[in-house]
């Protein structure tokens, strides 16, 4: 069994910066990717950065360049570093991963960011 809880959400001010964590249990965490998803009111889900085991990243091109993805295997914690907030970004971020074909999710946390 997995879970996965978000934290670190907020209210900012746009051109400010936000930190998410998502912390994993489960003992297959270090082998695991993680992506980081958000939904904003009344739209769907959209991904936005993916971490592999290796540590290879990807993000969405609206993020690009202004959030970082990053993991701490030892504690079981994955990161999103949101830098230069604009009013778009605003959403819930949820935390994702994939365990023996089962996906899994956490609860989310808004992330609210004003002009």
């Known amino acids: 069994q997995v879970q996965l809880v978000e934290s670190g959400g907020g209210l900012v001010q746009a051109g400010g910066s936000l930190r998410l964590s998502c912390a994993a249990s489960g003992s297959t965490f270090s082998i695991n990717a993680l992506d980081w998803y958000r939904q904003a009111p009344g739209k769907q889900r959209d991904w936005v950065a993916a971490?592999?085991?290796?540590?290879?990243?990807n993000y969405a091109d609206s993020v690009k360049g202004r959030f970082t993805i990053s993991r701490d295997n030892a504690k079981k914690k994955v990161y999103l570093q949101m830098n230069s907030l604009k009013p778009e970004d605003t959403a819930v971020y949820y935390c994702?991963?994939?365990?023996?074909?089962?996906?899994?999710w956490g609860q989310g946390t808004q992330v609210t960011v004003s002009a």
């Open positions: 971490i592999t085991s290796g540590d290879i990243t």
């Open positions: 994702m991963t994939v365990v023996n074909r089962q996906l899994y």
